[in-house]
Protein backbone atom coordinates (compact mmCIF):
# COMPACT_ATOMS: atom_id res chain seq x y z
CA UNK A 1 0.00 0.00 0.00
CA UNK A 2 1.38 3.28 -1.42
CA UNK A 3 0.59 6.50 0.77
CA UNK A 4 -0.48 9.54 -0.33
CA UNK A 5 1.33 12.40 -1.30
CA UNK A 6 1.09 14.37 1.53
CA UNK A 7 -0.38 18.21 1.03
CA UNK A 8 1.31 20.86 2.11
CA UNK A 9 -1.64 23.29 2.07
CA UNK A 10 -0.72 26.95 2.85
CA UNK A 11 1.46 26.49 5.73
CA UNK A 12 5.31 26.80 3.71
CA UNK A 13 3.45 30.02 2.12
CA UNK A 14 2.80 31.81 5.60
CA UNK A 15 5.69 30.78 6.69
CA UNK A 16 7.31 32.33 3.30
CA UNK A 17 5.82 35.40 4.07
CA UNK A 18 6.70 35.48 7.45
CA UNK A 19 10.18 36.03 6.51
CA UNK A 20 9.42 38.93 4.49
CA UNK A 21 7.51 40.49 7.46
CA UNK A 22 10.24 39.99 9.88
CA UNK A 23 12.77 41.33 7.26
CA UNK A 24 10.57 44.53 6.79
CA UNK A 25 10.13 45.32 10.60
CA UNK A 26 13.91 44.26 10.79
CA UNK A 27 14.55 47.18 8.52
CA UNK A 28 12.39 49.56 9.51
CA UNK A 29 13.79 49.10 13.11
CA UNK A 30 17.02 49.42 11.58
CA UNK A 31 16.19 52.59 10.07
CA UNK A 32 14.71 54.76 13.24
CA UNK A 33 17.49 53.27 15.35
CA UNK A 34 19.75 54.92 12.39
CA UNK A 35 17.82 58.02 12.85
CA UNK A 36 18.27 58.32 16.80
CA UNK A 37 21.77 57.54 16.14
CA UNK A 38 22.04 60.81 13.99
CA UNK A 39 19.98 63.02 15.46
CA UNK A 40 21.57 62.46 19.06
CA UNK A 41 25.18 62.04 18.06
CA UNK A 42 25.48 58.69 19.25
CA UNK A 43 27.68 56.92 17.34
CA UNK A 44 27.41 53.72 18.92
CA UNK A 45 23.50 53.91 18.21
CA UNK A 46 23.91 54.55 14.82
CA UNK A 47 26.80 51.50 14.60
CA UNK A 48 23.88 49.87 16.04
CA UNK A 49 21.13 50.73 12.84
CA UNK A 50 24.19 49.81 10.93
CA UNK A 51 24.09 46.15 11.81
CA UNK A 52 20.13 45.81 12.06
CA UNK A 53 20.39 47.28 8.25
CA UNK A 54 22.87 44.75 7.16
CA UNK A 55 21.01 41.56 9.52
CA UNK A 56 17.74 42.39 7.42
CA UNK A 57 19.52 42.23 4.59
CA UNK A 58 20.72 39.23 4.96
CA UNK A 59 17.49 37.73 6.72
CA UNK A 60 15.88 38.96 3.07
CA UNK A 61 18.93 37.20 1.44
CA UNK A 62 17.55 33.64 2.80
CA UNK A 63 13.95 34.41 3.21
CA UNK A 64 14.20 34.73 -1.31
CA UNK A 65 16.53 31.40 -0.63
CA UNK A 66 13.92 29.70 1.08
CA UNK A 67 11.50 30.56 -1.22
CA UNK A 68 13.53 28.43 -3.65
CA UNK A 69 13.93 26.05 -1.62
CA UNK A 70 10.69 25.21 -0.76
CA UNK A 71 9.20 25.77 -4.49
CA UNK A 72 11.24 22.64 -4.90
CA UNK A 73 10.40 20.59 -1.92
CA UNK A 74 7.81 21.91 0.46
CA UNK A 75 9.80 19.56 3.30
CA UNK A 76 13.10 21.35 3.62
CA UNK A 77 14.00 22.74 7.04
CA UNK A 78 15.43 26.07 8.15
CA UNK A 79 19.33 25.48 8.79
CA UNK A 80 20.59 25.63 12.44
CA UNK A 81 22.96 28.46 11.55
CA UNK A 82 20.17 30.43 10.14
CA UNK A 83 18.42 30.36 13.46
CA UNK A 84 20.65 31.03 15.15
CA UNK A 85 21.59 34.02 13.56
CA UNK A 86 17.73 35.18 13.76
CA UNK A 87 17.36 34.90 17.16
CA UNK A 88 20.86 36.88 17.51
CA UNK A 89 19.08 39.30 15.09
CA UNK A 90 15.81 39.55 17.15
CA UNK A 91 17.96 40.13 20.18
CA UNK A 92 19.98 42.74 18.84
CA UNK A 93 17.08 44.38 18.02
CA UNK A 94 15.19 44.51 20.94
CA UNK A 95 18.79 46.18 22.30
CA UNK A 96 18.19 48.90 19.89
CA UNK A 97 14.94 49.22 20.52
CA UNK A 98 15.44 50.24 24.35
CA UNK A 99 18.54 51.73 23.77
CA UNK A 100 16.65 54.39 21.25
CA UNK A 101 13.85 54.74 23.85
CA UNK A 102 16.22 54.94 26.57
CA UNK A 103 18.18 57.61 24.40
CA UNK A 104 15.49 59.72 23.03
CA UNK A 105 13.98 60.00 27.15
CA UNK A 106 17.37 61.27 27.97
CA UNK A 107 17.45 58.22 30.29
Known amino acids: M ?5 DPG ?3 ERTLLAWSRTALVLAAD ?8 YVR ?8 GGVLAVAAVGLHA ?10 HSPH ?11 TAAV ?3 AAGAVWSVLVGTGG
Open 2 to 6: TAAPR
Open 10 to 12: LQP
Open 30 to 37: ALLVLRTG
Open 41 to 48: GQPGLAAL
Open 62 to 71: HGVRRRSAVE
Open 76 to 86: VSAGRWWMRGL
Open 91 to 93: VLT
